[in-house]
T-cell receptor, first 114, second 112 residues
Framework: DTGVSQDPRHKITKRGQNVTFRCDPI?????LYWYRQTLGQGPEFLTY????????KSRLLSDRFSAERPKGSFSTLEIQRTEQGDSAMYLC????????????FGNGTRLTVT | AQTVTQSQPEMSVQEAETVTLSCTYD???????LFWYKQPPSRQMILVIR??????QNATENRFSVNFQKAAKSFSLKISDSQLGDAAMYFC?????????FGTGTRLKVLA
């Protein structure tokens, strides 16, 4: 069990640029989640995959956000035309079925939009 | 929609003492699970303890225990014999099917 890994750990970008984050879940975990966390707040749900299928996408995710999980393995989260309000920590987590299995989190990717 | 509320933004406890962090939630589901997660400064979030709603017995994990009051929709975390390493943000979380909903967190300070 190597844990959930996220890359990069930090990303600084200028407003209007596109960014892509990667998450590698624990290998046997079929469920994968993306959350966003701002300073002093709890994680906010963004999207959820079961294997390669994206089963729910939060209303928080505008059309500028897209996530994929090809072949049910790693996942990417892309933000197009970044805005300063996108600055946050983006957390990836994975878990086993059933849905009550605890989440295992990565270290997160901290995005700063200047 | 389900909600999770943590009304204590910050708590302090003296080393070796006991502290209780509060959490309330709202749901119309009958089958669900509750968790407490710990997030140390600049480190990843880790599971502290988990409670199944259908179990009446409160969960315990070493120095950590919960007081689960299903009718009151309350789920508090008790930390006994507090240690300096317990200093962190603590998040209460709820899940019914697959989506996990988190509270806003309680920052715990441990005083030497």
């Amino acid at each position: 069990d190597t844990g959930v890994s996220q890359d990069p750990r930090h990303k600084i970008t200028k407003r209007g640029q596109n960014v892509t984050f990667r998450c590698d879940p624990i290998s046997e975990h079929n469920r994968l989640y993306w959350y966003r966390q701002t300073l002093g707040q709890g994680p906010e749900f963004l999207t959820y995959f079961q294997n390669e299928a994206q089963l729910e996408k939060s209303r928080l995710l505008s059309d500028r956000f897209s996530a994929e999980r090809p072949k049910g393995s790693f996942s990417t989260l892309e933000i197009q035309r970044t805005e300063q309000g996108d600055s946050a920590m983006y957390l990836c987590a994975s878990s086993l079925d059933p849905g009550n299995s605890p989440l295992h989190f990565g270290n997160g990717t901290r995005l700063t939009v200047t | 929609a389900q909600t999770v509320t943590q009304s204590q933004p910050e708590m302090s406890v003296q080393e070796a003492e006991t502290v209780t962090l509060s959490c309330t939630y709202d749901t119309s589901e009958s089958d669900y699970y509750l968790f407490w997660y710990k997030q140390p400064p600049s480190r990843q979030m880790i599971l502290v303890i988990r409670q199944e709603a259908y179990k009446q017995q409160n969960a315990t994990e070493n120095r950590f225990s919960v007081n689960f009051q299903k009718a009151a929709k309350s789920f508090s975390l008790k930390i006994s014999d507090s240690q300096l390493g317990d200093a962190a943000m603590y998040f209460c979380a709820y899940t019914g099917t697959y989506k996990y909903i988190f509270g806003t967190g309680t920052r715990l300070k441990v005083l030497a």
